[in-house]
């Protein structure tokens, strides 16, 4: 079985593909107060004023908490840095009269449903699919950036592999609580400069690069 059937049998069994679903506008765009959430792995830096000795630079552990001096497992996962700030304030408000925190995010992750993941026939990644690496196929994730384009996401991932076919790539995408698949070419795009095919990728989008036929 090629690798593409193999790929779409795998994807017919984890999302649900509708028949007749809306088309996929390039010009679409998160809301206006897309804001971005703490997820696993970002790292955070904790300034409280005036208190260096519980300051403190953090990365928030896989099961979305962080401990902090005079703080244990503070879950942080799913909130703003600002929410964060005033539950760090509440938390050291036992032990600091009227602290005063600022929460900076130095590296990012993201929640699971604000990344953006690449799987297939992609440059990058362990082994270095499609350019003589060990793995057939690779994957990767990207914290979601406003604005973010798919030319923008080649940029970030590298590009795909020798082996991968970009116009039969698709971008899977929740639209109202379902799952759709769309086709992009990113072939158009890159080698033929065709901005039409430069489409919007929105927090949540799934790129699938398959492998070309030969």
Known sequence: MSGFKVMVTLLSTLFLISCGHPPLDKDVDVAS???YFIGPGDGIEIFVWDNPDISKSVTVRPDGKISTPLIDDLLVIGKTP???ARDVEENLSKFVRDPLVSIIVNSFEGVYDQQVRVIGQ???GAGGAGMG???RYSAQTFPYR???TLLDLMIQLGGIGQFGDGNRSSIIRNIDGKSYQFGVKIDDL?????LSANIKILPG???IVPEAFF
Do not use: R, V
């Not at 890159?190 to 065709?194: K, L, N, T, V």
């Open 122 to 124: 992609i440059s990058g």
């Open 205 to 207: 989008d799934i790129l």
């Open 133 to 135: 690496g060990g793995n």
């Open 146 to 148: 406003k604005a973010m």
């Open 33 to 35: 107060d897309y804001t």
């Open 190 to 194: 890159i080698e033929e400069g065709d």
């Open 82 to 84: 600002s929410q964060l």
